[in-house]
């Protein structure tokens, strides 16, 4: 095969087998080569050259199923280790030159990735002109391995032990009326009496229970609601909050000019607000784009319009900070 004869045959072969993993995590040839930037053709004639050149065949393939081999699966644990020792090893030989080159894939929550983060996109981007990033504005716990994400910025608690969470921030979540909707009850109204009104859901974050913690770390509240309204939203959620069809639990910067006009109140101040995380899936070998954008999140984070530097963790809980080790090393995660 024609990738195979060139002068650079060793580094061919690096590539076919970073494509050969990115088709087994991604679960198809056209997923692979939408993550790798490239065709779902060449995808499928690196693969062809891979299976050539091992004498084996990798892969099983029909119409809607793609399955490994018993050759396939040893060639795919094989590969991993490989190529996470040849990055390391290339992170190691560069030390100092290493530079951010290539394309990122980062999740960002919706309404926050848009507005309040685009200016820490573009100072990154600013500051490596080699670097190309895939923006993806989703508030769902993205699959870091098979949709090829190289990290998220995540609000609230992160559940997944097979991850690495940054605690950097937390972002102020109240909740929140139009004055015409407390009928006449004096404002602010107090937690216990908020379930008494009508609700509006945003999703994912509450769908039928409304959870309120005191800032100071102490006691929580809950209540079942039943949402006259349920969106994915929180631009549509403020406008529904606005046009009296319910309170809401909303990130206070969206609503901070609405507030300040009187437009919508304020409910039990003193309550609620939820942690951001920068969330990346474990690995012996973080690549100097991947290193450089988490340390720049980590800079930039508490300084962001509506964010505010995190205190103390809540009771009975520890916090953990994750600290990428320099030159492409493994994180380590340690309590503080």
């Known amino acids: 095969m024609k990738e195979l004869a060139t002068s650079g045959a060793g580094a061919d072969r690096i590539e076919l087998l970073e494509t050969f993993v990115r088709i087994v995590d991604a679960g198809s040839l056209s997923a692979a080569a939408a993550q790798l930037g490239t065709s779902q053709p060449t995808v499928s004639r690196r693969l062809q050259a891979l299976e050539q050149s091992l ?16 050759d396939g699966e040893r060639c795919y644990a094989s590969a991993k280790e490989l190529l996470e020792n040849w990055h390391a090893m290339q992170a190691d030989m560069r030390g100092a030159k290493d530079e951010a080159q290539g394309r990122l894939r980062i999740v960002v929550p919706h309404a926050f990735g848009q507005d309040q983060l685009v200016a820490l996109l573009s100072e990154y981007l600013q500051r490596h002109a080699s670097m190309s990033m895939e923006w993806l504005l989703h508030d769902r716990r993205p699959d870091f ?3 090829g994400i190289d990290c998220a910025i995540q609000v609230g608690a992160v559940e997944d032990p097979s991850v690495v969470a940054v605690r950097l921030a937390e972002i102020p979540r109240i909740a929140a009326a139009a004055p015409a909707l407390l009928a006449g009850r004096a404002s602010p109204l107090p937690a216990e009496q908020l379930q008494r009104l009508p609700w509006l859901a945003l999703l994912p974050f509450y769908r039928d229970e409304v959870q309120l913690r005191r800032l100071d770390g102490g006691e929580t509240q809950r209540f079942a ?24 639990i909303a990130s206070s910067w969206i609503i901070r000019q ?47 319009v509506g964010v505010q530097p995190f205190g103390a963790a809540p009771p009975g809980r520890r916090k953990a900070w994750a600290i990428p080790a320099p030159r492409g090393g493994a994180g380590m995660a340690q309590a503080l």
Do not use: C
């Not at 004498?55 to 018993?70: E, W, Y």
């Not at 409910?267 to 720049?296: C, K, T």
């Open 55 to 70: 004498g084996l065949k990798l892969l099983q393939r029909s119409t809607h199923l793609m399955k490994l081999t018993v």
């Open 145 to 147: 391995i098979a949709e």
């Open 225 to 248: 609601i039943r949402p006259r309204m349920s969106t994915d939203s929180l631009h549509a959620l403020r406008n529904a909050a606005l046009a009296g069809l319910g309170a809401i």
């Open 258 to 304: 609405e507030l300040e006009e009187g437009r919508l109140v304020h409910l039990a101040p003193g309550w609620q607000a939820l942690p951001v995380h920068l969330v990346y899936p474990h690995a012996r070998f973080y690549p100097a784009r991947l290193r450089l954008f988490m340390e720049l999140v980590r800079e930039r984070m508490p300084t962001i």
